[in-house]
């Protein structure tokens, strides 16, 4: 089920989300550029937290945030060439050490991706003004 929001449903969804996360929980998020991954995952982050996500550099590839609970961890995998790349994170120490570990372009890490808790899909839809949000 794919469904719409704007974006201030989509950052309410995030926070509400964000909240309720049990800490150690790995979310991928899926969808085309400007489907609205990032929005959604700094909304997630509030909801853990994490206040001034938005003042983070965007040419990284692992944020680290303070969370409520704990480090929240945002990677970006846009940045990888290619999967093997992905082999070179740390992904046992994030995994040890985030609360959360919140992942756009999941795919882009193949199979050095551990097991998502969550994946979500965001769609592009006719209307500019509206995603689709959908659980995978
Ligand atoms: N309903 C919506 N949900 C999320 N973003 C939206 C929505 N409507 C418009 N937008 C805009 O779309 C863009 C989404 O960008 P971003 O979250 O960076 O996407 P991605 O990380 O998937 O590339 C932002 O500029 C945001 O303001
Ligand atoms: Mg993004």
């Known amino acids: 089920m794919i469904r719409t929001l704007t974006q201030a449903e989509l950052e309410a969804e995030g ?21 609205g991954k990032t929005t959604f995952i700094k909304a997630i982050a509030r909801g853990l937290g994490v206040a ?9 590839l692992v944020h ?25 994170l740390d992904w046992e120490g994030l995994l ?14 193949g199979e050095w991706l551990p097991a998502p808790t969550r994946r979500f899909r965001l769609h592009h839809l006719a209307d500019p003004d509206r995603r689709g949000l959908e659980v995978v």
């Open 15 to 35: 926070e509400t989300l964000g909240r309720s996360l049990q800490p150690g929980a790995l979310l991928a998020l899926e969808g085309e550029l400007g489907a």
């Open 96 to 109: 040890a050490d985030g609360d959360a570990i919140l992942v756009e372009w999941p795919e882009r890490a």
């Open 52 to 60: 001034g996500a938005a003042s983070s550099p965007t040419y990284a």
């Open 64 to 88: 680290r945030y303070a969370g409520r609970r704990g480090p929240v961890f945002h990677l970006d995998c846009f940045r990888l060439r290619s999967p093997a790349e992905a082999a070179d």
